[in-house]
């Protein structure tokens, strides 16, 4: 199962929807479940739990310089989006841990979950919070 906040499904919707018809590929991390604030469906605290993306165009200058993507660290996730409305991963997806699939039009229930076998698996949408971080804080 893969566990993700509804805070960045909406962000990462709404990014698919804006970006369309192009697709769009999103590297996303987890944060574990006990470290969130609100609800977690009742994860184990230890559960990965997705909550942030990178931006796709960070790095961007030292991969231009270097010809690979340094700017940008690995991640547990990838966000895809399939403009052709087929959820069934491509050899063109990134496989990761696990990757999300979602096609128009890009609602909640137009998202998909696999494992990095290429698996269909469960995704739970969670009403969690990851903590607030501040530059400058340790």
Do not use: C, K, Q
């Not at 893969?2 to 697709?23: F, Y």
């Not at 960070?58 to 340094?70: E, K, Q, T, Y």
């Not at 969670?126 to 971080?133: G, K, M, Q, S």
Request: hydrophobic letters at 40%; proline letters at 9%.
């Amino acid at each position: 199962m893969v566990l993700l906040t509804r805070g960045l499904l909406t962000v990462l919707l709404e990014r698919a929807s804006a970006e369309d018809p192009e697709p769009v590929n999103v590297l996303l991390d987890t944060t574990p479940a006990g470290e969130l604030g609100g609800d977690t469906g009742g994860a184990d605290p230890e559960t990965p739990v997705l909550t942030h993306f990178y931006l796709p165009e960070a790095g961007g200058s030292v991969r231009a310089v270097f010809g690979m993507d340094l700017g940008t660290p690995t991640g547990r996730a990838r966000f895809v989006s399939h403009t052709d409305g087929d959820p069934a991963l491509t050899e063109a997806d990134d496989l990761a841990g696990a990757v999300l699939v979602a096609v128009p039009p890009y609602e909640e229930g137009d998202v998909y979950a696999y494992d990095r076998r290429g698996r269909g698996v469960d995704l739970a949408i969670v009403d969690a919070e990851p903590p607030e971080e501040r530059l400058g804080e340790p």
